[in-house]
């Protein structure tokens, strides 16, 4: 495997952004991969979907400039690592910017040297936001099949495209109900306006959700409440992610 780093954008909450993320991080581990997950949303819950105590490792590396070794973290699952954040990210958000971006691409190039994979989970806006999008060669996009989220697509592949060089975007519906006319509606859209970059959409499950609550990611629950669909839909996304060179350049068109 090569080096590659894979930033989960999206410009707005509650699109399961941390599932997004949590979930193609540990399922990349899973296959033997060498896995760094660092989390740039404010709010700091990739410790918490993997049963840890958030922490102010993204503060301390970005900001203070503290080893990688004494910031990032064992998961307790193979492979995968964490760098985690907590409160004190909204601060390295803003103090960062006096550090310069060039600064920050290196420290952030530095910090993933040694991994397969890093999967950067970030905020709906700021300069770390912009940093992960600069850095990334695969952006994922999660989007709720919802017309008010639907919306912020076409936003955001714009900052995207204007920011950062990715050599693959994926767009990730999530929380899919398909016995929802609306759903199914925007999901056809969406694979319209933007063919070959539409990925499987994930069900909506409250197994999810509890998954979370019990500081599990979504591979950690078996099969049960519902979980297998949305287990087969980030399999067919780390197919997707972890695809070679021909068909990144020229994408693949999916169908559930």
């Known amino acids: 495997m090569s080096e590659r780093i894979?930033?989960?954008?999206?410009?707005?909450?509650?699109?399961?952004?941390?599932?997004?993320?949590?979930?193609?991080?540990?399922?990349?581990?899973?296959?033997?991969?060498?896995?760094?997950?660092?989390?740039?949303?404010?709010?700091g819950q990739d410790?918490?979907?993997?049963?840890?105590?958030?922490?102010p490792g993204v503060y301390e590396y970005f900001v203070r400039g503290a080893?990688?070794?004494?910031?990032?973290?064992?998961?307790g699952r193979p492979g995968l690592h964490l760098l985690p954040g907590n409160s004190w990210t909204r601060r390295a958000d803003s103090d960062v910017r006096v550090t310069g971006m060039a600064a920050l691409t290196e420290s952030l190039r530095l910090l993933t040297q040694?991994?397969?994979?890093?999967v950067i989970d970030t905020h709906p806006s700021g300069y770390l936001q912009e940093l992960a999008i600069r850095v990334a060669g695969v952006v994922v996009i999660p989007v709720r099949c919802e017309a008010l989220a639907m919306d912020g697509v076409a936003a955001t592949l714009q900052m995207v495209g204007e920011i950062g060089n990715a050599a693959q975007v994926v767009i990730l519906p999530?929380?899919?109900?398909?016995?929802?006319?609306?759903?199914?509606y925007n999901y056809g859209l969406l694979r319209d306006a933007y063919p070959g970059r539409v990925a499987w959409p994930?069900?909506?499950r409250v197994a999810v959700a509890e998954a979370h609550a019990e500081g599990l990611t979504v591979w950690e629950l078996g099969r049960?409440?519902?979980?297998?669909?949305?287990?087969?839909?980030?399999?067919?996304?780390?197919?997707?992610?972890?695809?070679?060179?021909?068909e990144v350049l020229f994408g693949r068109e999916v169908t559930p």
């Open 47 to 55: 410790a918490i979907v993997l049963g840890m105590d958030p922490a």
């Open 6 to 43: 894979i930033a989960v954008v999206s410009d707005k909450g509650g699109v399961g952004k941390t599932t997004g993320a949590t979930s193609v991080a540990h399922g990349l581990a899973r296959r033997a991969a060498r896995v760094l997950l660092v989390d740039f949303d404010l709010l």
């Open 67 to 75: 080893p990688a070794e004494q910031v990032v973290r064992e998961t």
């Open 114 to 118: 040694g991994y397969d994979f890093t």
């Open 174 to 184: 999530t929380m899919y109900d398909e016995r929802l006319n609306a759903h199914r």
């Open 224 to 246: 049960r409440n519902g979980l297998a669909q949305v287990q087969a839909a980030y399999e067919q996304l780390l197919d997707w992610l972890t695809a070679d060179a021909c």
């Open 202 to 204: 994930t069900p909506a």
